[in-house]
């Protein structure tokens, strides 16, 4: 199994291909991290709201620990100090849930920014090249095969015209030649056919 052309056309046109399917590929990749770096930078106000609702939650306990121990009335000086601890609790929490969601955001927005444009590449890309690779080995194997000559000369006939301006025509033509079993003929004839498929003779 062949997965390049042996002609330096077709396999020019094939590593041009390759190049520029792993380029896009990469550039999807490139735009994608980067967007998701740029999102995740959203986040930062998250972080400093958890960080502000850390610090006065802990300072607030630890006020209302030093209220409590105040004689009398250490009681009612803890509580408003513990609720407002939990205000600073929320707005910790606040802050790592909106971290949450950017961070969410920015995972789902550069999976579909690598995801899309790398299935349409592919799509483009891969089929054709599969196909290909798929062509020549049968090509292959069926000049092996007994007879296979004289049906690949046949193909040349029957395919582009183009591809047979390099072959030598004898008197009567090459249909004429092909069907009288020209040895000569039909390894021309061949041969170009494997040349239209991108393989040596």
């Known amino acids: 199994m062949r997965l390049y052309a042996q002609t330096p056309a077709r396999l020019s ?34 972080l400093e709201a958890q960080r502000a609702g850390d610090n006065l939650a802990t300072g607030l306990d630890d006020a209302a620990e030093a209220a409590s121990r105040v004689p009398f009335v250490g009681g009612a000086l803890k509580k408003p100090l513990q609720s407002a601890a939990g205000a600073g609790t929320g707005l910790s929490d606040a802050g790592r849930s909106l971290q949450h969601v950017v961070g969410q955001v920015a995972d789902l927005t550069a999976l579909a920014l690598i995801v899309l444009p790398v299935a349409f590449v592919l799509v483009l890309w891969l089929p054709p090249r599969l196909l290909w690779i798929r062509r020549s080995a049968a090509t292959r194997r069926l000049l092996d095969s007994p007879g296979g000559a004289d049906l690949l000369a046949l193909r040349a006939l029957t395919g582009p015209q183009s591809h047979l301006a390099a072959v030598p025509t004898p008197p009567g033509g090459l249909a004429d030649a092909w069907r009288r079993g020209d040895r000569q003929a039909i390894s021309d004839l061949s041969e170009a056919a494997l040349r239209r498929a991108g393989l040596r003779p």
């Open 13 to 46: 046109r094939q590593v041009l291909a390759d190049l520029i399917a792993v380029a896009l590929i990469a550039a999807a990749v490139k735009f994608a991290l980067t967007v998701h770096d740029a999102i995740s930078r959203l986040a930062g106000p998250g």
